[in-house]
């Protein structure tokens, strides 16, 4: 059976440019709104630029199905906005909520630095894992957001970023994945997390 990544269509992604990242790492994907073959699947991507509102409303038609998919091993990888809606809940839209896969919330950037954090930053690798393999601290990566996520359990951070507060940049809890930063915009270190990730999603 060939395997096969989803790249969820939800109105807010930056989805071509992931798609040819995924395809490039050598995992077929596919752009979709809906799944018609779920046991077909290897990896489900959330892609993300947009707000949390606009996300969460998108997604509360099918928030269910998704959980279940991510329950039952599908690699699921939250890119940028995409990590934030994989937690419950978000100051930047009070009573929506997101997928809750992870526990923990959203809060928004400390009013000391200019927001939204937009440009390159390093990690400081917190957790080493395949995930992060051949990744440097030296290396650098494209944000863009003013919200970042706060997870209750600080055994699933796997790297951090400083812009005015250190806020977790990975995420990590068994076959579920999460990057604030845009990694199909990080030249080739974020190739490099790209071709991580499939090389788990394959296995």
């Not at 937690?87 to 928004?108: A, N, Y």
């Not at 954090?117 to 030296?138: A, C, Q, R, V, Y």
């Not at 400083?162 to 999460?178: C, H, L």
């Amino acid at each position: 059976m060939t395997s096969k990544a989803v790249i969820l269509n939800y109105g807010v992604g930056n989805l071509f440019s992931i798609r040819h990242a995924i395809e490039k790492a050598g995992l077929n994907a596919e752009i979709s709104s809906e799944i018609q073959n779920p046991t077909n699947i290897d990896a489900l991507i959330l892609p993300g630029v947009g707000n949390f509102k606009a996300g969460a409303e998108k997604l509360l038609r099918i928030k269910g199905w998704l959980a279940d998919l991510a329950k039952s091993g599908v690699v699921t990888f939250g890119i940028c906005l995409g990590m934030q809606l994989l937690f419950r809940e978000s100051e930047e839209s009070p009573g929506l909520f997101g997928l809750g896969l992870l526990r923990g919330k959203v809060v928004k950037l400390p009013r000391s630095v200019k927001v939204p954090h937009m440009g390159w930053n390093t990690l400081e690798i917190i957790k080493p894992s395949d995930f992060l393999d051949g990744i440097s601290e030296k290396d650098h990566f494209y944000f863009a957001h003013s919200y970042y996520a706060l997870p209750e359990d600080r055994s699933m951070v796997a790297a951090e970023t400083d812009y005015g507060v250190k806020f977790p940049s990975i995420v990590m809890r068994d076959n579920i994945f999460g990057v604030q930063f845009h990694p199909e915009k990080s030249g080739k270190a974020g190739e490099r997390i790209i071709k991580n990730f499939v090389r788990i999603a394959k296995r």
